[in-house]
């Protein structure tokens, strides 16, 4: 008897077919999973290189955004700084002489802006940023060569290298202006041009390499001293300050000090000076974070509040002593509290930046009304007190009050200042605050003799009794005849 199948062929033929389809499309998968990644098929990979492209466009368009947000920061911090200069320190500074010195006074502070500009360019960055040794930078950026539009992430990497060399200049002209307010009435012109030159090569540039540049022995990060100078206590109010009272005692006193009553001409210039300077000093302490982030808005935040402790607390001694504030003695101490604070502005909490106002403004006071006194030198504008002594007090409180909640310098985890457990801290603040002043010192009086021995430094009698208005520049700030 024949079987179904061969009784119906046809009913066999499909049965075959149904069997061995499967098979057929079991082999078709393994040979298509050849050629694409395991675990993957070809339309998921098309994604996942689409994903990937559209993951690095948008780090790129994150990181230019990042540069762009960082760097405009920057170029506003440059331009505030160079706003302390002219029109706040100049302002500030002429309000306080005689109104016979007050074009001569201002064009000290000018004068810094042009002369210092081109020093920088062809010389002095290279000595404070370019690599050298632990004390002075190399010529490597002489006429500054290699300093372009990329950034150098020794310094910021997120800045072109030129933003962060005009930056740094802008500390580089204010600086020695400061010193100007020590020798106010009584310097030539042209002496005071050949002093600031000398200076600028001999104390200020040593000082920044060794606090700010490569490997610079106080470089918080690579030096081997690590000394913690946020925005410039050492490096610019310390130096300045230690200078000017140097070159007040090599000076000498004006004609007629202390017999001779010599208040100064215009407070309202003076304030308007100071409130410019105290809006300047944000981009001075802010912008030192090189960064438009967190850091930046603790270092304002610092400032302001320092700033704000140390004008009420040298406001409250004056009462105390004198039965009523001035408004003099309240922008002084504003000034005495920025100083204080620019070491510290990117380590401190608000409150440690309040308890350095705070004792910043009473010894700041303390020197320039008693101490002074005491001892009987001219610091005509109180350059010394105010800005030597309160850079001194802000380095030192600043290894004290620092932390790493507010700045992991040395790591996270690490302690920073002495109230977070670092004891050896204050101590290298002390070997940096030492180095300044020392540099300071025996720089000024080097330079000072060279050139008083050379084209000599003061003016004559008759001159400064005419005042430098007309004896230097030959116009008056004021013509009440017109």
């Known amino acids: 008897m024949r079987s179904g199948f061969t009784r119906y062929p046809l009913l066999a033929l499909c049965l075959g077919l149904v069997l061995t389809l499967p098979l057929i499309a079991g082999h078709a998968a393994q040979a ?35 540069t762009s947000g960082d760097n405009a920061w920057m170029l506003v911090s440059a331009a505030l700084v160079l706003m ?29 802006m042009a002369v210092i500009t081109v020093l920088w360019a062809l010389l002095t960055y290279s000595l404070a940023f370019a690599s050298g040794n632990a004390f002075i930078g190399g010529l490597h950026n002489l006429f500054l060569r290699g300093v372009g539009l990329q950034p150098d992430p020794n310094y910021a990497a997120t800045i072109p290298l030129q933003t962060f060399m005009v930056y740094q200049l802008m500390f580089a002209i204010i600086t020695p202006a400061l010193i100007t307010g020590a020798f106010a009435e009584r310097m030539k012109f042209s002496a005071m041009l050949v002093f600031m030159v000398l200076w600028s090569i001999i104390v200020y540039s040593p000082m920044a390499h060794m606090v700010w540049g490569i490997h610079g022995l106080l470089n918080a990060t690579s030096g081997r001293i690590p ?3 946020f925005a410039g206590g050492t490096v610019v109010h310390v130096t300045s300050g230690v200078s000017a009272l140097v070159t007040a005692l090599y000076l000498g006193k004006r004609i007629g000090y202390p017999r001779e009553p010599m208040p100064p001409h215009s407070v309202v210039l003076s304030f308007i000076g100071a409130c410019l300077l105290w809006v300047g000093w944000f981009g ?20 302001h509040f320092g700033a704000a402790a140390a004008a009420l607390s040298w406001s409250a001694a004056e009462w105390i002593r004198n039965g009523k504030p001035s408004a003099l003695g309240a922008i002084s101490g504003a000034v005495a509290g920025l100083v204080a604070i620019t070491p510290a502005s990117g380590f401190v909490t608000p409150m440690g930046a309040l308890c350095i106002g705070l004792i910043a403004g009473i010894i700041c006071f303390y020197m320039v009304v008693k101490v ?10 109180d350059a010394f007190g105010v800005h030597g002594v309160g850079g001194t007090i802000g380095a030192i ?11 992991p310098i040395f790591g996270n985890g690490k302690p920073t200042g002495l109230f ?17 002043w020392g540099l300071s010192a025996v720089g000024t009086l080097i330079i000072l003799f060279i050139v008083d021995k050379t084209i000599g430094l003061r003016v004559t009698a008759e001159q400064e009794r005419t ?8 116009e008056e700030g004021y013509e009440w005849s017109h």
Request: net charge negative; proline share 2%.
């Open 467 to 474: 005042g430098l208005d007309l004896s230097q520049h030959g």
């Open 397 to 407: 409180l600043t290894g004290l009050f620092a932390t790493s909640g507010i700045n």
């Open 84 to 112: 302390m200069s002219g029109p706040g320190l100049a302002l500030f500074y002429g309000g306080l002489v005689r109104k016979k010195n007050v074009l001569g006074t201002m064009m000290q502070t000018f004068a810094m």
């Open 227 to 229: 000394s913690l100078d």
């Open 32 to 66: 298509q999973a050849a050629t694409v990644p395991a675990g993957t098929s070809a339309p998921d990979s098309a994604r996942i290189a689409a994903l990937e492209q559209q993951v690095a466009a948008q780090s790129t368009a994150i990181a230019n955004a990042q």
């Open 420 to 436: 977070e457990g670092n004891s050896v801290q204050l101590i290298h603040q002390l070997i940096g605050v030492a180095i300044a």
């Open 372 to 381: 002074k006194t005491i001892f009987g030198y001219d610091d005509s504008l």
């Open 284 to 303: 001075f302490n802010a912008g030192s974070a090189l960064a438009a982030g967190t850091l930046a808005t603790s270092a304002f935040v610092a400032t």
